[in-house]
């Protein structure tokens, strides 16, 4: 029953996947998620249902388009395959319960918001919006589980507000070194994770973010002036502490 629960998780979590490419590609472009079919970005050609199949379709296709043979970004089933793992990952720790389906949701829409920020220094609205609603779900979860105990919606609130006044003085007098869209995110990531949890979140996202602002600089890919996508790592960070610290 385990395995078959778990091979599930995987094949959901591929097919999620494949959907996050989706919305990786248009949220930035301003397109529609859910009509318009998908085409292949250089010949404009319709993808047939087989050839979207997830990881199997790239295999079999050896990451080139059917009609037009233009390289297929590796970037596809990269996510696929992220998303599988890190849901079995949520598995084997919250198996299947309402945590589970709530860091599952919240771990997919940080995999988009941490590859728009990279590849577009950007944060969209709705993506903020909906990791909220699963922030508030989280506290309510746990709001009902400890008998309507106050507390766990004051330590989320609280940090809610402190973290976005801590980020948007950051915004504010670093000129430029903080964005607009990791301010507006840091709220909902302090409701879910509590005071004490999102000290280690942002500690966690930043030294991430320094060793790779570090490496760019020593291959000469930047420099101390160069925009970082704190939402990438910022991701990171909520992921590595869902794991470890909830």
């Not at 295999?59 to 080139?64: N, P």
């Not at 589970?100 to 771990?107: N, V």
């Not at 609205?125 to 609603?133: E, Y």
């Not at 979140?201 to 020593?218: D, P």
């Amino acid at each position: 029953m385990a395995i078959a629960i778990l091979i599930g998780v995987i094949l959901v979590g591929l097919a999620i996947g494949s959907f996050l490419n989706v919305c990786i590609y248009r949220i930035p472009r301003q397109e529609s998620i859910v009509s318009g079919s998908s085409h292949c970005t250089s010949c404009n050609e319709k993808i047939r249902w087989y050839d979207m199949i997830p990881v199997l379709s790239y295999i079999l296709l050896k990451g080139k388009c059917r009609k037009c043979g233009a390289r297929i970004s590796i970037k596809y089933p990269i996510v696929e395959i992220l998303n599988a793992v890190l849901y079995v990952c949520l598995f084997y720790k919250y198996q299947i319960s309402n945590d589970f389906y709530i860091f599952a949701i919240t771990t997919s829409i940080f995999i988009v918001i941490a590859m728009i920020d990279y590849e577009h220094q950007i944060i969209p609205n709705r993506l903020i919006v909906l990791f909220l609603l699963m922030a508030i779900l989280y506290r309510m979860n746990w709001f009902i589980k400890l008998d309507n105990n106050y507390l766990v919606l004051s330590d989320g609130i609280i940090a809610a507000f402190a973290a976005f006044v801590v980020f948007f003085l950051l915004m504010t007098f670093s000129g430029g070194g903080m964005g607009g869209g990791d301010v507006k995110l840091i709220f909902p990531v302090g409701l879910m994770f509590g005071v004490e949890q999102i000290a280690y979140v942002v500690l966690v996202s930043s030294v991430l973010a320094s060793i790779f602002a570090i490496i760019l600089i020593i291959a000469k890919k930047a420099n101390r002036k160069t925009p970082i996508p704190f939402g990438t790592f910022l991701a990171m960070g909520v992921y590595i502490m869902i794991l470890v610290g909830m």
